[in-house]
């Protein structure tokens, strides 16, 4: 087992939950931070238990040898320039979504850590956390059957009341509604339908409430897929509702349907009536004290010591998430007219 030090791209709210989730790890440990902010060593070095050095020069800290993976926890237009610094630098990736907020940026992080040999760990923890590996495994059971119909939906409102609220507004780090939330509800729709997509079709609006009005974007989204498979399916992505957090599951199978924490399937022989109950911690919450991110970090380390990309959330399988997304935005872009994902 090897031992890896790392550095983290800005020092905000995610960056919080990274550290402690790194740190306990068996492999990982924070032992830098870069910020544009000056920050005090020896406080940060106290309160995360274990000696830090600070850097404000990215240059300075991604030159470091002892350092071997990068976490970026920066603002979504940053993302980008830093990835590909990283990997140029040598240093293995760990990057909060969105993985960038355009294609083309996209692609210049995934060309980057090809060429120069690295891998990434994209945060959509989600995917790691309990409800979510639950369902897959009842769909891996074949307690549902075939599916032909999923829907994964998010609703979170981001206003005011909300940290990210500060920038999350601005149409070039916030993105749109898909970009900046709904992601992960589109992306966990992908892993559980099992299938690459074909096509999508997307709308958009806002809310006409007072809160959601400094949004350059619009802040609601519908999103129909085809998957290749022949199946369906739906993402809706609200960041405008005033409501509490919910992120809604409904997938529909040849041997049965799943409800969130509910399900039926013929495979049992219950009661078609009622459903019946799946005991898993749920996703109800964004808070990132609450996320799933040592699950995901501790794979990650697992398959920088295997020499392979992590499973679930790698940079090539996360591209595949974003292009949807961007297509998605382009047909929503353009009244909902189908868009092929390529
Ligand atoms: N995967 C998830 O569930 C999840 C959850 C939260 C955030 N994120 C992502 O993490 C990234 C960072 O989001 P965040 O919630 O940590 O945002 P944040 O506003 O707390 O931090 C964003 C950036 O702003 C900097 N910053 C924070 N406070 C600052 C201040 N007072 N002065 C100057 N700079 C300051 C931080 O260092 C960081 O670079 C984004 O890409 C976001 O989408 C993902």
Redesign the pocket.
């Known amino acids: 087992m090897k031992h890896y030090n790392v550095g983290v791209?800005?020092?905000?709210?995610?960056?919080t939950a990274h550290i402690a989730a790194i740190n306990a790890t068996r492999q990982g440990h924070v032992t830098a931070i870069y910020?544009?902010?000056p920050l005090d060593a020896a406080e940060l070095s106290a309160r995360h238990g274990s000696p830090i050095k600070v850097y404000q020069d990215l240059d300075a800290m991604l030159a470091a040898p002892d350092l071997h993976v990068v976490d970026i926890?920066?603002?979504?237009s940053?993302?980008r320039e830093q990835a590909v610094a990283a990997a140029n630098a040598k240093k293995h990736i760990i990057l909060?979504?969105?993985m960038a907020n355009s294609p083309e940026e996209v692609q210049a992080i995934l060309a980057a850590a090809e060429a120069n040999g690295v891998r990434g760990c994209v945060?959509?923890?989600?995917r790691f956390s309990n409800q979510f590996q639950v369902t897959k495994a009842v769909i891996d059971e074949g307690l549902l059957g075939r599916l032909h119909y999923g829907e994964v939906d998010y609703f979170h409102g981001i206003g005011p009341w909300y940290?990210?609220y500060?920038?999350n507004t601005n149409k070039r780090e916030g993105g749109s509604a898909l970009l900046?939330a709904g992601c992960?509800a589109l992306d966990a729709l992908l892993m559980l339908m099992g299938s690459d997509v074909e096509s999508v079709t997307s709308l958009s609006t806002k809310s006409a409430s007072d809160v959601f009005q400094p949004y350059e974007y619009d802040t609601s989204s519908v999103t129909i897929l085809r998957f290749k498979n022949g199946a369906v399916g739906k993402t809706a992505a609200i960041v405008d509702c005033l409501q509490p957090y919910y992120f809604h599951t409904h997938l529909v199978g040849s041997s049965g349907s799943l409800l969130d924490n509910k399900f039926h399937s013929t495979k049992l022989k219950a009661d078609k009536a009622h459903w019946s109950e799946l005991s898993m911690k749920m996703l109800d919450s964004?808070d990132?004290s609450d996320?799933p991110y040592q699950a995901q970090f501790q794979a990650f380390f697992d398959a920088l010591d295997a020499g392979r990309d992590m499973p679930l959330t790698s940079f090539p399988e996360v591209a595949k998430t974003f292009a949807v997304i961007f297509a998605a935005d382009t047909s929503a872009a353009q009244g909902g007219v189908p868009v092929a994902v390529k």
């Open positions: 791209i800005g020092y905000g709210w995610a960056a910020s544009s902010r926890t920066s603002y979504p940053q993302h909060e979504k969105p945060c959509f923890e989600c940290g990210q500060r920038w900046t992960h964004g990132v996320h």
